[in-house]
């Protein structure tokens, strides 16, 4: 039977493109003659935009669900084995469902923003409206011109070809959604910065009202690359968590500069400093999501976990060429408006601790962009494509955050405007005091890395900011004759913001800790071990059991079974890394098993082997720390609940 999906796909697309263009143009129309019926026309084109890009996700899954593989990407993406919810993942397991995805989340958002701002923001709303739909219409070109996920396939081949095997994981279910919630997340800010721009209300409203949505899609995307490090850990077989790849740049920069934009919102807030800065600040971040999308599709640059390429570069490039120019041109043509009304009083102040924390934000950011694109540059000039290893990340980008880790412990206890010597010695001998007494007990332990003395130096000297802070205003409310959890509860609930921010900081100390300790003492070896050999690494003995064979749904595998002690009779664990062959697939995928653990991970990895299962070669580590990523990531989770609850009151 003939299976129409791909020509109602395609036109599901076309009718939603041209709402989405219609929505954009009416609401533009609408915000200029103040028509109350065009901007509802708008509105319910947004809303049409929404339902036909979830219909055609739906009709997708259902072609991944009836393997129907007359859609080229339905056979691209899977086969017959593969099992049933990676046939659901699969949607986005490749550059034409990411697409539809990250378009399905945009127009969720424009659907929340229609029915949240509508009456409430009357002013920026239907610029806000144009914005947004304007680029769900990009989207939706994208997926009409240059990446059709209904494309036809003919003839109908009688199976597929299989999804990337390295994607047969858990994070694949949380690492896309979680990145691409991030990246559309900030559309919400940016159209609001246009709004404000083309209205010309360039005060704080826009501020105060997108704070919420800017933290959200900042977690989002903080967790999206949490769980990517963790996938790169568990899947790729090198031990890894991050490697200043060009796919984890891309997420990585706009993380920097909206980091950079949640502080310096709060100079506006507090002092009505740096509303141009801010604009541009939420520019950047935005142009930023859809230049990483350029720089990973467009097969410009390789990467170890792009695992699509197509035409779309230019499309994106072109797009991000109007964002900014439209965008830069409204801030140029409202630059008069955006005159600082406060000024810098002094160096020692907490504004100035805020500009350096964004100016080493965007240093950052710098340097993983140069460093992403040298190769582009390179090439240009020398004809080599030369690429940028992590030595020349790490020499610049160290120091940087080494000073802002400094920072994050002076900025929230330093005063406004100017700090006296009384303020500094009361909030910073302390502390400075318990972070020099950290490094030197380390000093003392034998650890010799200046680097790492310095960041656990450091990581000290900012929890005794927070832990002094906290206590004293605990303290101040305990003498109003509440007791310590009354006390504790009291704060965090009143000044949930900032409190907040403290545990968000402090995630991210325990996410610094796990870089530094696992940086400087994880140990590796490799071995060929006989059956009943064992290897020795870091006082634990890993020994080679044997192999064993099996025929899985979509792919062979070979087991090794290899117990772990540390030292004692008593086995701690058995560990089986494998070897999966797939039919589409040249070479072997690994499979890493390791002992997870608090302070260590035992990490193994399964390397070639005889096939009479007599001997196996083995790469063996054992990795320090690295489990304090992941609690980072909780923490900061913690964090960013608190921060996002309602708030208890203005910050004082
Ligand atoms: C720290 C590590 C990682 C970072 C920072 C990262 C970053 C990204 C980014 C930026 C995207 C969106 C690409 C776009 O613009 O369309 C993406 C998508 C994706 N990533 Fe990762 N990634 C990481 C690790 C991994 C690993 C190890 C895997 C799998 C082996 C993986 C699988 C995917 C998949 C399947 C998608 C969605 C489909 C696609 O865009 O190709 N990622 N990741
Ligand atoms: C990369 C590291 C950092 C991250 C991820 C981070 C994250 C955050 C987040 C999410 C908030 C809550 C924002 C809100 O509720 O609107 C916050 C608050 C804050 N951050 Fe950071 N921050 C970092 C570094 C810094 C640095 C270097 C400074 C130094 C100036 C700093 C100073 C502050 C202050 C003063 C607050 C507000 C606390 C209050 O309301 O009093 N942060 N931070």
């Known amino acids: 039977m003939t299976s129409y999906t791909p020509e109602i796909g395609y036109a599901a697309i076309a009718v939603a493109l041209g709402l989405a263009v219609y929505a954009s143009a009416g609401a533009a129309i609408a915000a200029r003659t103040g028509r109350p019926a065009v901007l509802a026309s708008a509105e319910r084109a947004a809303v049409g935009v929404w339902l036909l890009v979830t219909f055609c996700m739906l009709l997708l899954v259902a072609a991944f669900l009836t393997f129907d593989f007359s859609v080229r990407y339905v056979a691209t993406n899977t086969n017959r084995g593969t099992p049933f919810y990676y046939r659901i993942t699969a949607l986005w397991g490749a550059l034409e469902g990411s697409i539809i995805l990250w378009c399905w989340m ?17 002013a920026l709303y239907p610029w806000v409206l144009c914005a947004m739909t304007a680029i769900a219409a990009f989207f939706l070109l994208v997926m009409s011109v240059p990446a059709p996920p209904f494309e036809r396939l003919t003839p109908v081949p009688p199976d597929g070809r299989g999804l990337n095997p390295l994607l047969e994981d858990s994070g ?87 980091t950079a934009f949640l502080h310096s919102v709060m100079i506006q807030e507090r002092r009505r400093m740096l509303k141009l800065w801010n604009l541009a600040l939420v520019i950047l971040t935005f142009g930023l999501t859809i230049f990483g999308t350029f720089l990973t599709r467009s097969g410009i640059i390789g990467s ?26 409204l801030l140029a043509w ?71 880790l400094f920072l994050m412990g002076v900025g929230p206890l330093i005063a406004w405007r100017r700090a006296s010597a009384q303020n500094l010695r009361r909030n910073f001998v302390a502390p400075i005091a318990i972070g020099i007494a950290a490094a030197a007990i380390l000093r003392v332990a034998g650890v010799g890395n200046v680097l790492v003395l310095g960041c656990m130096g450091l990581v000290a000297f900012v929890t005794g900011t927070i832990v002094l802070d906290f206590a004293r205003a605990a303290r101040a409310r305990r003498s109003h004759g509440d007791g310590w959890p009354a006390a504790t509860w009291g704060l965090l609930r009143r000044q949930n913001r900032r409190y907040g921010g403290f545990v968000v900081h402090l ?62 009779s008593s086995a701690l664990d058995t560990l089986y890394p494998a070897k999966k062959f797939y039919r589409q697939e040249q070479t072997p995928i690994a499979y890493v098993d390791y002992r997870l653990g608090f302070l260590e991970d035992v990490y193994v990895v399964l390397g070639d082997f005889a096939q009479d299962g007599s001997h196996a070669t083995v790469k063996l580590q054992v990795n320090r720390m690295v489990s304090w990523l992941w609690i980072g990531g909780l923490v900061l989770t913690l964090g960013t609940g608190l921060a996002l609850l309602p708030e208890g009151r203005r910050p004082a």
């Open 172 to 258: 694949m279910i949380t690492h896309p959604v979680a990145l691409y919630l991030g990246f559309t997340g900030f559309t919400v800010p940016f159209a609001f910065a246009i709004a404000a721009l083309a209205t010309g209300r360039t005060g704080d409203e826009w501020i105060t009202i997108t704070r919420r949505w800017t933290i959200v899609a900042w977690y989002f995307l903080s967790l999206g690359l949490l769980i990517g490090g963790w996938w790169s850990y568990h899947v790729l077989g090198w031990g890894g968590y991050w490697a200043w790849d060009p796919v984890e740049n891309a997420a990585f920069m706009p993380w920097l500069t909206g």
């Open 106 to 122: 945009l127009s969720l958002y424009t659907l929340i923003v229609v029915g949240r701002y509508r009456r409430r923001q009357p």
């Open 507 to 568: 995630g991210i100390l325990v996410v610094a800790l796990g870089v530094a300790g696992s940086q400087a003492w994880s140990v590796h070896t490799e071995t060929t071990l006989n059956r009943g050999e064992s290897a020795q690494l870091a006082g634990y003995r890993v020994r080679f059991d044997g192999l064993t064979a099996s025929e899985e749904s979509n792919h062979f595998r070979v087991t090794g079974a290899f117990t772990v002690t540390n030292g004692g």
């Open 334 to 404: 409202r630059a008069e408006r955006l005159r600082a009304q406060g000024e810098l009083d002094s160096i020692v102040s907490r504004e100035s601790a805020f500009l350096l924390n964004n100016l080493f934000l965007v240093a950052v950011t710098f340097t993983v962009f140069f460093g992403t694109i040298f190769p582009l540059l390179s090439e240009a000039v020398t004809g080599a494509k030369v690429s940028v290893g992590a030595p020349f990340f790490n020499l610049v980008n160290i120091p940087l955050f080494l000073g802002l």
């Open 304 to 329: 170890v976990h792009a695992f699509t390429q197509g035409s779309i570069g230019a499309f994106f490039l072109g797009f991000l060429a109007v964002v900014l120019l439209v965008s830069f041109s």
